[in-house]
């Protein structure tokens, strides 16, 4: 049965039940259920003093903390719907954002108001010293205000193909429904604990924050950037007890190919979503781990997931099911005139029901083409969402996914119109024609490409491009690889045919940094761990990771390697922020075995080397 309320007083009820109990932990400070519903009900009346009701739309700037979830209740408490504005986004998106959404109310950690300073509208800084605190007590009561299911809740911003992203506008009714089901089905129990881990900006975080809530269990909010460090996920994991966590098959992936992966008792549920799983992933985590292992599907279009199919621990499967609609949704196969196609046949997957999306901010066509009149509910006014993913019914009455049936894509968990890179790159002065894919040319390896015409009266260079591209997309969006090309090569019917565009080789030139050769014993180690991940045959000590192509996940994967290779753990902010280059990383790894040796033990060391050749020297420190 499909169940329906607003999401916060989930939340509410638990807290008149369990006042005391853990409601949040964070690095280290937690909150209980008593004070996190009271802090946001002190936000939520100030909300509600500057206009913030059913239906307004509410910005939050903010990195994972205790605030952040104090926002997230505070806006829904006041009636209004969250947008996320994230702080890794570049200016020029959360500008458009802003501008799209024409959001005026915006609450920001203090780092991050500036950004708004030209804001028509309000800005609350919520941080410590808190904003919260010089407020009436009686404003820490719940609010009774005129709210109802088929008000919004949240609304994320998605990849848009023409070049500009798209808000999906989500009811209560919609994510009510989900976690509700989620709790029926898994019965989270109140000594239970989930990790926050997903980037807010992504629908998949909002089961994450609501659903504990519902039962008294605790949520820990891993560390901004946490998420990317699968070391510290490990650690946190195990240290913390968690019982529940969710992972895009990517990061599960890398995670399980860890020293210690599936030593962590305690996890009970692990949920995947965002990309498929492969049989050989379901494989691994079942021969590796005790947990259940469940399957997730659904669009941002549909309140997070639609489906699920739980993991029978099967390992000979060939084939992943996404599983079967969630009560209160369908799911149908059809054709291009849409009707049903035949079991076992392919067709395109359209989803129905409670969980659709209210539509695209601002945008009534685009709305219009996607969700459709459904012919098959029954009920007057029912609607059905055009998934775009190729589908068919196994025999079991499972649903299996194949795919897409245009340009969007998945890479690391991430929704991309490829169209949109295009399309941004195009509006550079020396970019006359752009075409964007993503290549697997090692198995599991995505990488984004784009190729490029220049315009010839304007020279540039690979360097700028990417300069340019940073400005505006976020840093998942920003390609592996941009290659340079007289004209694209074409099918026979005169469309490009990405099928035949070019393996991408690195060049020095591309790279647009003169060749430095490693020197010392530590930078020819991580030169060696660096070649293992680009193709390119000399890298030098300060070509940038980033212009060779790396990526988030591959910076913890190199991370990984150089503990393992030199004992000391850099986290990825530090090689961020220290720079991303070989020299830059030698020297911090350099540093750090410095901090750790005790000076009597370095003088010894010091003494027996004057006497050693250069070889023996290197034998030593290896
Ligand atoms: P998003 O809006 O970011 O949630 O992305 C939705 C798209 O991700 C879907 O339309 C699918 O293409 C893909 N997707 C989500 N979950 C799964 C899954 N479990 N298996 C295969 N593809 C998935």
Not at 147 to 176: D, Q, R
Not at 178 to 207: A, C, G, I, N
Not at 315 to 321: A, G, K, N, Q
Request: charged residues 25%; contains cysteine; proline residues 5%.
């Amino acid at each position: 049965m499909q169940a329906t309320g607003l999401i916060h007083q989930l939340f509410e009820r638990q807290a008149e039940r369990t006042p005391e109990h853990e409601a949040v932990k964070f690095q280290g400070e937690s909150i209980s259920y008593g004070e996190l519903n009271a802090r946001a009900n002190r936000l939520a009346h100030r909300l509600r003093r500057v206009g913030v009701g059913p239906d307004v739309l509410v910005g939050i700037c903010m990195e994972r903390s205790i605030e952040m979830v104090v926002a997230l209740y505070g806006v829904l408490k006041a009636g209004g719907a969250y947008v996320p504005l994230d702080p890794d986004y570049p200016m020029d998106r959360l500008a458009y954002m802003m501008e799209d959404s024409k959001v005026r109310r915006v609450i920001a950690q203090r780092q991050f108001s500036e950004r708004f300073r030209d804001l028509d509208g309000e800005v609350l800084v919520l941080d410590k010293p808190q904003l919260l605190e010089n407020q009436d007590e009686e404003e820490d009561g719940n609010l009774s205000i005129a709210l109802n299911e088929s008000h919004l809740a949240y609304m994320f911003y998605t990849s848009g193909s023409t070049g500009k992203p798209k808000g999906a506008m989500n009811t209560h009714a919609a994510i009510y429904n989900r976690v509700h089901w989620m709790q029926q089905t898994f019965e989270m129990r109140e000594h239970d604990k989930l990790l926050q881990k997903s980037p807010y900006s992504f629908d998949v975080s909002v089961w994450e924050f609501f659903w504990p809530h519902m039962c008294g269990a605790c949520l820990v909010v891993a560390k901004p950037k946490g998420h990317l460090d699968n070391a510290y996920l490990w650690e946190e994991i195990r240290n913390e007890g968690i019982t529940h966590v969710q992972f895009v098959p990517t990061m599960l992936q890398t995670f399980l190919s860890e020293e210690g992966a599936g030593d962590v008792p305690g996890l009970r549920h692990v949920f995947l979503c965002g990309e498929p799983l492969s049989a050989a992933l379901n494989e691994r985590f079942c021969m590796l781990m005790n947990a259940q292992l469940h399957n997730l599907y659904g669009p941002t279009e549909a309140a997070v997931f639609i489906t699920n199919w739980t993991s029978d621990r099967d390992t000979s499967r060939s084939v992943i099911p996404i599983g079967k609609a969630i009560p209160g949704n369908a799911m149908y196969v059809l054709n291009e005139h849409y009707e049903p196609v035949a079991p076992g046949d392919i067709g395109e997957l359209f989803i129905s029901g409670i969980g659709l999306a209210r539509g695209y901010y601002g945008r009534a066509d685009l709305t219009a083409e996607r969700f459709v009149p459904d012919p098959f509910s029954g009920e007057a006014g029912a609607r059905m969402y055009h998934t775009g993913d190729l589908g068919r019914w196994l025999p079991d009455g499972n649903l299996e996914c194949l795919g897409r049936n245009d340009d969007q894509v998945k890479v690391r968990g991430f929704r991309i119109e490829l169209g949109e890179i295009s399309t941004v790159l195009e509006q550079h002065d020396g970019v006359n024609q752009a075409v964007t894919i993503v290549r697997e040319d090692q198995p599991g390896d995505q990488r984004i490409a784009v190729y490029y015409i220049p315009e010839v009266s304007h020279s540039t260079s690979v360097s700028k491009l990417r300069t340019y591209l940073q400005e505006r997309l976020p840093e998942y969006m920003i390609p592996s690889y941009f290659v340079e090309m007289e004209a694209f090569p074409l099918t026979s019917s005169g469309k490009t045919d990405r099928k035949q565009l070019p393996s991408p080789t690195l060049s020095r030139l591309m790279i647009g940094q003169a060749y430095a050769p490693p020197e010392t014993f530590i930078q020819k180690e991580i030169a060696g761990i660096w070649s293992g991940f680009f193709n390119f045959d000399q890298i030098g000590l300060d070509d940038d990771f980033i212009d060779l192509g790396g990526h988030s996940l591959i910076a913890t994967q190199i991370l990984v390697r150089c503990e393992h290779a030199f004992g000391v753990k850099i986290s990825l902010k530090d090689m961020l922020t220290l720079g991303t280059t070989i020299r830059n990383l030698a020297s911090t790894i350099e540093a750090r075995l410095l901090e750790e040796t005790d000076d009597s033990e370095l003088e010894e060391l010091l003494s027996e080397m004057e006497h050693l050749t250069e070889e023996e020297i290197e034998a030593l420190l290896k």
